[in-house]
């Protein structure tokens, strides 16, 4: 599964890739795309004993998009990698965890002004890392994400810097005898996409 999705990943960034050298019509109801992302990870806890240090991931995507009028819908999986530091406050102990992910957004972008667009969105993040830690990440996350972009237009392609902040609906970390509280993911993503 994780190699299908990986490949599936890099289909869609060579899709996006070649789309780009290509001069579409802005007419176009179909967009194809990539994007590059930073994402801003700080896992939150209600855990007293335990805290998340800010780590900063990338990532690289491509984009299908369907243009409606002053609507966009839009799905961009993208692979990131990211990392997560755990502290003990009691003993200042921290644990690294790796995670590369591929993230699978469903987007709707609403055009309010003739450049400047509000996003909201569900997404589907998968870990794919090999988790070794005692704490481990869990597989399959959902997350809702609420943002804004820009898009600059040019002659041949269109420019669309965006920042969006990303919230976990479920525990990011396994339930284990070191683990029992529940841990959200939150981020906030700066990309740009290319059209």
């Known amino acids: 599964m994780k190699n299908k999705v990986t490949a599936l990943c890099v ?28 994402n801003i990870n700080f896992l939150h806890t209600a855990d007293s004993s335990t805290d998340f240090k800010t780590d900063i991931g990338w990532g690289v995507g491509a984009i299908c998009a369907l243009n ?6 839009s799905l961009a999986p993208t692979l990131n990698f990211e990392s997560h530091t755990l ?18 957004p469903l987007k709707l972008d609403i055009r309010l002004f003739k450049n400047f667009s509000l996003i909201n969105g569900i ?3 998968m870990v794919q890392s090999k988790q070794k830690e005692e704490i481990k990440l869990v597989r399959d996350n959902f997350l809702a994400s609420v943002g804004a972009g820009y898009a600059f237009k ?8 965006e920042v969006s902040y990303r919230i976990g609906l479920n525990n990011a970390i396994e339930k284990s005898a070191l683990s029992s509280s529940e841990v959200k993911r939150r981020a906030v993503s700066i990309g740009v996409k290319i059209m």
């Open 123 to 125: 997404e589907y993040l």
């Open 11 to 38: 289909l869609f960034l060579c899709i996006g890739i070649n789309s780009f050298g290509q001069n579409q019509p802005k007419s176009n109801r179909i967009r194809l795309g990539y994007l590059v992302t930073s």
């Open 68 to 73: 409606l009028k002053s609507l966009r819908l």
């Open 87 to 104: 502290v003990d406050k009691a003993t200042n102990a921290t644990l690294q965890l790796k995670d590369q992910n591929t993230i699978i």
């Open 154 to 161: 040019f002659k041949y392609f269109t420019a669309v810097p």
